[in-house]
């Protein structure tokens, strides 16, 4: 408790000490801009657009609105209601809103993430051994490296065998403990790269306070073969913290009791080596970061170290080469022909000019199972603000919601709503050529269905159509298609390491150049510090402990019908 109450009262000194968001150039309110205002008037004139014209119009469409990036990722964006003079007015957009100077400052380790006075320096984790990214005058990518190195040398030791666990077995179940920034992107990238995996460790991941996480992960495991990782950029997470204490009393039950096994059992990954120590791990078997990593961009440092024992480090260096690809590429190519840039514009006209307020993310792969959950974060801990770098309050829409799963299950499942339903939902599809389990026609079917699908979301079945089909009057209706629901296909060639972390890396971009567009600071979550703190409260008041609690009437009764339903 006590270590969850030093996080608050950590942010809370952090924001009384540094520089004010003040420092920050303020900047015209975004719909203030001429270029917003010619979007809006453009929008009005393309009120009544449908994609079935604009490709009967166009013979050069798809060509002109589709790109291939590094990797030969190819993205489609012509099923998305644009035209080339849409994607001008939003390019000048991303111009008038100092998009070139954001990325500059980022890639130069600027202090961009202003209410935490930090640098947001993610791409420095995938930065090549030659090069030089500086932070307070000191060249940060040796560090990077230095972990890495001894990420590898752990994820060796494991993967060999030649690391024993208390009693001299080795290692057969990897479990990694953590939450948000560090559960949902190795959980994500385990299942992602699971076909590169080594199959004779199980990986499992547990972030959940509720004890049925623990409980269920860990009741077939063996103890003594069994190594967390603890992962916790700030090592004071209430829900981290109470798992890793459960799995320290789980290990020292089922291996005697000797405190001496936490050592051959428990490694940690955090930038808080003080809080680490105090837990009981030794600093030898903990693997750092840094402040400028955000616990959503981590994936690729060492709060990937579960990724890297699954994979092994050559497969963890390609996709950490995958991701540095696609942040040369983000860093270097005009905004007109850069993937995370179009993409990022593509949203910010279907979100602010559009009015969709959800983003579905459906990659046609079994092993993105998880995708769409780890994109929550990243989008919606990023971009769900409400107030301007300048700490003016937003007059336009900023991060739709992003939901989810694989096709071809959310076919026989929500797709009935983004095909006939009310809301607009933008969506993204994301396919392989190359299958990684080459059975029968598996592959071709399962192409063959997001390609339909966006044919049918695009063009959808007029009436005529539908009649002409032979349909009775009275069903007609019920079986037509209005169509022009926009969407984007991205089609790799193969999902390897490589193209996994290009992926993640141009979903990454995406999500700064929109936070960027919108004058909002994408890198802090102030948003999720209040529920943390009257939990707190809450707490000593379920055990009856604390003095009668004074909340609202709702709390107080459903605290009350609590405690009588636990005797209390
Ligand atoms: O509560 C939100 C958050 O701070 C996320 O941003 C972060 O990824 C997660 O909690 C976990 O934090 P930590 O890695 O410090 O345990």
Same mark, same amino acid.
Request: with cysteine.
């Given at each position: 408790?006590?270590?969850?109450?030093?996080?608050?009262?950590?942010?809370?000194?952090?924001?009384?000490?540094?520089?004010?968001?003040?420092?920050?150039?303020?900047?015209?309110?975004?719909?203030?801009?001429?270029?917003?205002?010619?979007?809006?008037?453009?929008?009005?004139?393309?009120?009544?657009?449908?994609?079935?014209?604009?490709?009967?119009?166009?013979?050069?469409?798809?060509?002109?609105?589709?790109?291939?990036?590094?990797?030969?990722?190819?993205?489609?964006?012509?099923?998305?209601?644009?035209?080339?003079?849409?994607?001008?007015?939003?390019?000048?957009?991303?111009?008038?809103?100092?998009?070139?100077?954001?990325?500059?400052?980022?890639?130069?380790?600027?202090?961009?993430?202003?209410?935490?006075?930090? +640098?947001?320096?993610?791409? @420095? #984790?995938? %930065?090549?051994?030659?090069?030089? =990214?500086?932070?307070?005058? !000191?060249?940060? /990518?040796?560090?990077?490296?230095?972990?890495?190195?001894?990420?590898?040398?752990?994820?060796?030791?494991?993967?060999?065998?030649?690391?024993?666990?208390?009693?001299?077995?080795?290692?057969?179940?990897?479990?990694?403990?953590?939450?948000?920034?560090?559960?949902?992107?190795? +959980?994500?990238?385990?299942? @992602? #790269?699971? %076909?590169?995996?080594?199959?004779? =460790?199980?990986?499992?991941? !547990?972030?959940? /306070?509720?004890?049925?996480?623990?409980?269920?992960?860990?009741?077939?495991?063996?103890?003594?073969?069994?190594?967390?990782?603890?992962?916790?950029?700030?090592?004071?997470?209430?829900?981290?913290?109470?798992?890793?204490?459960?799995?320290?009393?789980?290990?020292?039950?089922?291996?005697?009791?000797?405190? @001496?096994?936490? %050592?051959?059992?428990?490694?940690?990954?955090?930038?808080?080596?003080?809080?680490?120590?105090?837990?009981?791990?030794?600093?030898?078997?903990?693997?750092?970061?840094?402040?400028?990593?955000?616990?959503?961009?981590?994936?690729?440092?060492?709060?990937?170290?579960?990724?890297?024992?699954?994979?092994?480090?050559?497969?963890?260096?390609?996709?950490?080469?995958?991701?540095?690809?696609?942040?040369?590429?983000?860093?270097?190519?005009?905004?007109?022909?850069?993937?995370?840039?179009?993409?990022?514009?593509?949203?910010?006209?279907?979100?602010?000019?559009?009015?969709?307020?959800?983003?579905?993310?459906?990659?046609?792969?079994?092993?993105?199972?998880?995708?769409?959950?780890?994109?929550?974060?990243?989008?919606?801990?990023?971009?769900?603000?409400?107030?301007?770098?300048?700490?003016?309050?937003?007059?336009?829409?900023?991060?739709?919601?992003?939901?989810?799963?694989?096709?071809?299950?959310?076919?026989?499942?929500?797709?009935?709503?983004?095909?006939?339903?009310?809301?607009?939902?933008?969506?993204?599809?994301?396919?392989?050529?190359?299958?990684?389990?080459?059975?029968?026609?598996?592959?071709?079917?399962?192409?063959?269905?997001?390609?339909?699908?966006?044919?049918?979301?695009?063009?959808?079945?007029?009436?005529?159509?539908?009649?002409?089909?032979?349909?009775?009057?009275?069903?007609?209706?019920?079986?037509?298609?209005?169509?022009?629901?926009?969407?984007?296909?991205?089609?790799?060639?193969?999902?390897?390491?490589?193209?996994?972390?290009?992926?993640?890396?141009?979903?990454?971009?995406?999500?700064?150049?929109?936070?960027?567009?919108?004058?909002?600071?994408?890198?802090?979550?102030?948003?999720?510090?209040?529920?943390?703190?009257?939990?707190?409260?809450?707490?000593?008041?379920?055990?009856?402990?604390?003095?009668?609690?004074?909340?609202?009437?709702?709390?107080?009764?459903?605290?009350?019908?609590?405690?009588?339903?636990?005797?209390?």
């Amino acid at each position: 408790m006590a270590t969850y109450f030093s996080k608050v009262q950590c942010y809370i000194a952090t924001m009384t000490n540094m520089q004010t968001a003040s420092s920050h150039a303020v900047r015209a309110p975004l719909n203030s801009l001429a270029q917003w205002k010619a979007l809006q008037s453009h929008c009005s004139q393309q009120a009544n657009a449908h994609l079935r014209d604009m490709f009967k119009g166009d013979a050069a469409r798809a060509k002109s609105l589709s790109i291939e990036g590094p990797g030969k990722m190819f993205m489609d964006y012509s099923k998305q209601r644009v035209t080339t003079q849409t994607m001008e007015l939003l390019l000048s957009l991303a111009d008038a809103s100092g998009l070139r100077a954001r990325i500059d400052a980022m890639f130069r380790g600027d202090k961009i993430n202003v209410t935490e006075d930090r +640098a947001v320096l993610h791409i @420095a #984790l995938r %930065a090549p051994r030659t090069s030089r =990214i500086m932070v307070d005058g !000191v060249d940060v /990518v040796p560090s990077v490296h230095q972990v890495l190195d001894r990420m590898s040398a752990f994820a060796d030791s494991i993967r060999s065998g030649a690391w024993k666990g208390h009693t001299g077995k080795r290692i057969r179940n990897v479990i990694n403990i953590g939450i948000g920034g560090s559960d949902l992107g190795p +959980a994500m990238a385990y299942d @992602a #790269l699971c %076909a590169y995996t080594a199959r004779d =460790i199980s990986f499992r991941f !547990v972030s959940n /306070v509720d004890a049925t996480d623990f409980a269920e992960k860990t009741r077939d495991c063996d103890p003594a073969e069994t190594l967390f990782i603890v992962c916790s950029k700030t090592f004071t997470t209430l829900e981290t913290m109470t798992n890793a204490n459960t799995a320290r009393d789980w290990a020292l039950k089922g291996l005697g009791g000797d405190v @001496a096994a936490v %050592a051959k059992h428990f490694v940690a990954v955090s930038t808080n080596a003080e809080k680490v120590k105090a837990f009981g791990i030794d600093t030898a078997n903990m693997f750092g970061f840094w402040d400028w990593v955000g616990g959503r961009y981590s994936m690729d440092s060492a709060i990937g170290l579960s990724t890297m024992v699954a994979v092994g480090p050559a497969a963890f260096k390609e996709m950490l080469g995958g991701f540095h690809e696609m942040d040369e590429h983000f860093r270097t190519t005009p905004f007109a022909k850069n993937l995370p840039v179009l993409m990022a514009l593509v949203g910010i006209w279907n979100t602010n000019f559009l009015g969709a307020q959800t983003l579905a993310v459906l990659p046609y792969d079994q092993y993105l199972d998880r995708f769409s959950s780890y994109l929550q974060q990243l989008e919606m801990e990023s971009n769900g603000k409400h107030v301007t770098l300048d700490g003016a309050r937003v007059q336009w829409s900023t991060c739709p919601a992003v939901w989810g799963q694989p096709g071809t299950n959310g076919q026989h499942a929500f797709y009935q709503m983004i095909h006939q339903g009310t809301p607009l939902v933008p969506c993204d599809f994301i396919a392989f050529c190359e299958p990684l389990n080459p059975i029968g026609k598996h592959q071709d079917l399962l192409i063959a269905n997001v390609l339909a699908q966006a044919e049918a979301l695009a063009f959808g079945k007029t009436l005529s159509e539908v009649e002409a089909e032979g349909s009775a009057p009275w069903l007609a209706q019920h079986r037509e298609f209005d169509g022009n629901r926009p969407t984007t296909t991205i089609l790799c060639p193969k999902l390897t390491p490589a193209t996994f972390g290009r992926l993640i890396a141009l979903y990454e971009h995406k999500v700064f150049v929109q936070g960027t567009i919108w004058g909002i600071n994408s890198f802090d979550q102030w948003g999720v510090e209040l529920g943390k703190v009257l939990a707190q409260r809450i707490i000593p008041e379920l055990s009856g402990a604390a003095p009668k609690p004074a909340h609202d009437s709702s709390t107080q009764q459903l605290i009350e019908r609590y405690r009588a339903g636990r005797g209390r």
